[in-house]
């Protein structure tokens, strides 16, 4: 997965009180904006440059895979957020502007390193794979 730049859109409700995600991407240079629903997703998409969008499937006023529909055609990259018992998953869902649902989910501990990895290449664009 490849992101062009550092602004992140965190979407859904829970969010609002992610403090270690949040601080994790700050931690990797990403900036973070959080928007509670598809409607504020919207317009902050609209008023800033966005690289990188990881939404909750289920939102107040749609679904994340809606949301993913809305992105379709912009330079961005997306993942899902699908709660699965105690955890999650995180599934892949545009690559820098190319839809790629049914790539393989990641665990959040494979979705940290993926993270990681895309601030590293943002830091050093000429670092090989």
Known sequence: MTIGG???LLV???FHGAQSLTERLNGWGFRCRIAGSMRAAANLLSAHPIHLVLSN???PDGTGFGL???LA???VTAFLCLPVENSCLWLPAIDDGKEC???????PSEFAIALEEMSRRLADPVAVN
């Open 6 to 8: 550092r602004e992140v």
């Open 12 to 14: 859904g409700q829970s």
């Open 57 to 59: 499937t289920m939102l």
């Open 68 to 70: 993913v529909e809305a």
């Open 73 to 75: 055609g912009r330079p």
């Open 101 to 107: 649902l049914g790539m393989p989910a990641l665990r």
